[in-house]
């Protein structure tokens, strides 16, 4: 399978592992990720916020970019990316005004039809289930994880039309068809805080806060996720949050690509799961995870 | 539920907001759904329930100095909850707009610095360099130090390199041209 791989930056720089373990992961499932060719910044939060026609501006001309790639098919491991991508898609679609004015900023016309899909979407349903089952050699037999979605992937559901955006399974799913122990919370979809994590860093520490002390309370000895900035607040936030509460927990974060990559035997540096704050290698040498 | 009625110009605020977010703040039920579900709301900042009322009444200049809007983070909860659909993150970016053109000074001055920097960054390199992005921001706040020990540790561990700070990136042609165009086009040239 070939398919259109946009990383986004934060891969290239603060969330290597992530690149790093969806490269393993895909190789190891016989996928070849084509990396869009000179992509650019989506704009982020930023963009959106400050300027409109320009946040539209800079996830059409990615598409444009992508377009060029000629696969129908294009893979996003960064939910911010992912729903820009996808929401600028649909209303260059929908709005003819728009359009108009994007033909004019990115000097080019899109086609408009690609399939875009987050790094859940496609490992749950276009990959499938079996072919990871297919995969494992070593099942994550009594690993309790509990996987956490954040906002970015599922909502809003106008736009992302993904899943569930109260009660997501996608990620569930595949953790239970690689053999671990998956709990159920009703955080799945809190928000961590996402962008403030530098600028109001006491309300990241309160959101992010509630969910690593839900997660405890529910036994989980991980933390799964699927975008990197709920990675970077619950690892990076996490030594502030229990050290104001008293408390001396460790609870690694890790992403579904690096627990995939554990189950089908890739070395944990493969994965990137030496770089993270909260180290996860004890817990998984205590699970016989590591080879 | 108060909606004005009166002199239609006091209802140019409103009308603006809902043309430029493409929301249409006319059907809000004042439920509070919204404001109940955001992560940012609380008593120092409003909520979205609380600005589209100060909207619909005409408080420009209350809605326009609404930290909520500055908060904001685009979880898109408000989005998926509310029974008429009213994404308040399409209002944030009109309400942000309007601030800029009106040169009123944002709410939360240190979150608009920090998008500034950010989009700066964009703007030059094409991608955005996350790391000399944090190091601005923290060097004009006045706090050159500010989660040194988690940077550190991320560099011991080799997960960030100082060599991604330090080196910068050619600056790339296409954006600074998408830049001047997007420029272009809201100047209607």
Not at chain 1, 224 to 246: F, H, T
Not at chain 2, 125 to 135: K, N
Request: hydrophobic share 40%.
């Amino acid at each position: 399978m070939k398919v259109s791989y946009f990383p986004g930056c934060s891969l290239e720089v603060t969330a290597k592992p992530y690149n790093l373990s969806t490269r393993q992961v895909c190789s190891s499932l016989d996928i070849e990720l084509l990396e869009a060719p000179d992509w650019l910044c989506c704009g982020s939060s930023a963009g959106l916020k400050m300027n409109r026609l320009l946040s539209l501006s800079l996830a059409a001309k990615n598409l444009a970019q992508i377009e060029k790639q000629d696969l129908k098919e294009v893979m996003v491991p960064c939910p911010f990316c992912f729903r820009r991508l996808l929401s600028a898609q649909q209303e260059i679609k929908q709005d003819k005004k728009s359009r108009e004015i994007i033909r004019e900023t990115i000097e080019t016309t899109l086609k408009g039809d690609l399939n875009i899909q987050n790094l859940l979407g496609f490992f749950r349903n276009e990959v499938g289930l079996t072919a990871i089952q297919s995969k494992i050699k070593k099942p994550l037999k009594g690993f309790k994880v509990i996987p956490y979605y954040g906002c970015y992937l599922v909502k809003p559901s106008q736009v992302t039309h993904f899943d569930n955006p109260e009660n997501p399974t996608s990620m569930d799913d595949i953790l239970m068809a690689l053999g671990a122990e998956v709990l159920d919370w009703d955080f799945k979809t809190e928000c961590c805080g996402a962008s403030l994590s530098l600028t109001k860093t006491e309300k990241v520490q309160e959101l992010s806060g509630r969910l690593l002390k839900e997660a405890i309370w529910k036994g989980a000895e991980a933390i799964v996720v699927g975008c990197q900035l709920c990675q970077s607040n619950l690892d990076m936030r996490q030594g502030e949050i229990w050290k104001a509460e008293k408390k001396n927990h460790h609870l690694p974060v890790l992403y579904i690509t690096q627990i995939m990559g554990l189950a089908f035997g890739l070395s944990p540096n493969d994965l990137g799961l030496n770089h993270h704050i909260i180290d996860p290698l004890p817990i998984l040498k205590e699970k016989g995870l590591l080879s | 539920m108060l909606r004005l009625t009166g002199n239609p110009r006091e209802r140019d605020f409103l009308n603006q907001i809902i043309q430029e977010s493409g929301q249409n703040l006319l059907e809000c039920l004042q439920c509070g759904k919204c404001s109940a579900g955001c992560p940012i709301a609380s008593e120092a900042v409003g909520g979205p329930r609380q600005l589209i009322a100060a909207i619909l009444i005409g408080m420009k200049e209350r809605a326009l100095k609404d930290p909520t809007w500055s908060y904001c983070v685009s979880c898109g909860t408000c989005a998926t909850r509310c029974p008429v659909e009213i994404n308040m993150y399409s209002v944030a970016t009109a309400l942000c707009e309007m601030a800029e053109k009106a040169k009123i000074s944002p709410p939360e001055r240190g979150i608009h610095l920090f998008e500034e920097l950010f989009l700066k960054s964009v703007r030059k390199y094409g991608r955005v360099q996350e790391l000399r992005t944090v190091m601005e921001f923290n060097l004009r706040t006045l706090n050159p130090f500010k989660d040194l020990a988690q940077g550190m540790t991320l560099m011991r561990k080799g997960a960030i390199s100082p060599f991604d700070i330090l080196k910068g990136k050619k600056k790339d042609k296409a954006i600074s041209r998408l830049f001047s165009k997007v420029q272009q086009a809201e100047n209607g040239e």
